[in-house]
């Protein structure tokens, strides 16, 4: 086993290089700017283009009116719709293959994260042929720019279209690959809040964590850059502000529009700092019982942040501020308290409940041994735990 020391040379190699990263991404963000796809295409001379989406988004309607104007612009757009939640490694293949036999130049992934990181892994599958999606798993090991790419996000959570980072479920195992390489980080990222008008108010629920718990994570990571730092803070102070009222309304535009800004901000911080073990975890139980991500995380995260214990004190109770439930005067230890306090009550205003009933005790060790795998030492976590320390995490979210 790997000192400690080893672990924290290898996760600050990964964050200093996250961190130098330029941020050349271009962002687009407005009602209806959808539609500024095809000005995008057409400026840089492509004729065949793949867009990636659901089943749902086609059926809907809502691909209708780019569909159109790509095509009075003589732009050819082949359809891959077959992307479903957690997708696996087949289908990013089959997206792929739909790609090159298309003759395509470029991707546009309109969808939730689970589209959008699809279409990262077919992209990456586009460039290095003959190589499967375990070979490109892990960190740095894409290598390759991918084809023109936009990233159109409908939900309000994952941070995909700015991430660097990627997931995709082995359907044989129940693994669920991570896969980060600066090459991931979509062209172009069109926030188009008319997109996330409507959203069920579980699924606002569930995004709308899932985003807080990347602003958390890559907050109380260890490394982390002053610009990280700000994005962080930023997502949490408009989360806490807005989400509430996104659940209640589904159809409240500057709510939509304020959680679409701290997704984005969210997934620019987790992009140079990364995930922890609340992400570790949930990937892991994520892939053995199909449930959503946002849930799992929501339930996780008190319990993790705890177990971190005073490593982050300091980090929450900052966070607290942001979140408008700190004391002044009081310890950091307390004002910490306060806002995992905060997150609980988060979770009940939205019927989330603290445990996970579909947890087995006989997966334990799988759920762990994947966790410290994915964690160790790809992520500067604040505390480099052990088997133990994740089953007691899964203790106490396990129902009896």
Wanted: aromatic share 8%; proline share 5%.
């Amino acid at each position: 086993m790997q000192s400690n020391i080893g672990l924290r040379a290898r996760q600050l190699f990964f964050s200093v290089v996250m961190g130098l990263l330029p941020n050349t991404q271009q962002k687009i963000f407005g009602f209806g700017k959808l539609l500024a796809v095809g000005n995008l295409f057409e400026h840089q001379d492509f004729s065949k283009v793949l867009l990636v989406t659901t089943p749902g988004m086609v059926k809907r309607g809502v691909l209708d009116r780019l569909l159109s104007d790509l095509t009075q612009r003589k732009i050819e757009a082949h359809i891959f719709d077959e992307v479903m939640p957690d997708p696996t490694d087949e289908c990013a293949m089959a997206c792929a293959q739909r790609y090159n036999k298309g003759g395509c130049q470029a991707i546009v992934a309109i969808g939730g994260g689970s589209v959008i990181d699809c279409a990262k892994i077919a992209g990456a599958l586009v460039v290095n042929p003959g190589k499967s999606v375990t070979d490109i798993s892990g960190s740095m090991r894409v290598a390759k720019h991918l084809p023109y790419f936009i990233a159109v996000p409908t939900t309000a959570g994952t941070g995909s279209e700015v991430t660097a980072g990627a997931v995709i479920t082995n359907a044989q195992e129940h693994f669920k690959h991570p896969v980060n390489d600066p090459h991931l980080v979509p062209d172009v990222a069109i926030l188009d809040p008319q997109l996330t008008l409507g959203m069920p108010a579980k699924l606002t629920a569930y995004t709308g964590i899932d985003a807080l718990s990347h602003a958390v994570e890559a907050y109380t990571n260890r490394f982390s850059q002053q610009k990280t730092r700000h994005a962080a803070r930023q997502a949490i102070q408009t989360i806490f502000a807005n989400l509430p009222q996104a659940y209640e309304n589904g159809l409240d535009i500057q709510a939509r529009a304020a959680l679409l800004e701290a997704s984005y901000d969210a997934g620019y911080a987790i992009t140079h700092n990364y995930v922890g073990y609340i992400h570790a975890i949930s990937h892991a139980i994520g892939a053995l019982y199909e449930l959503p991500h946002g849930y799992i995380n929501a339930i996780l995260m008190p319990h993790v942040l705890r177990a971190y214990g005073s490593a982050v004190d300091i980090s929450l109770a900052e966070l607290a501020q942001c979140a408008g439930v700190s004391k002044t005067g009081a310890s950091d230890k307390d004002n910490a308290t306060a806002f995992i306090t905060a997150l609980e009550k988060l979770t009940v205003q939205f019927g989330i409940p603290h445990v996970l009933e579909e947890l087995s005790k006989k997966d334990f060790e799988l759920i762990a041994q994947r966790a410290l795998a994915e964690g160790n030492p790809t992520y500067p976590v604040p505390v480099i735990w052990n088997k133990q320390d994740v089953i007691g995490v899964l203790e106490a979210v396990a129902c009896g």
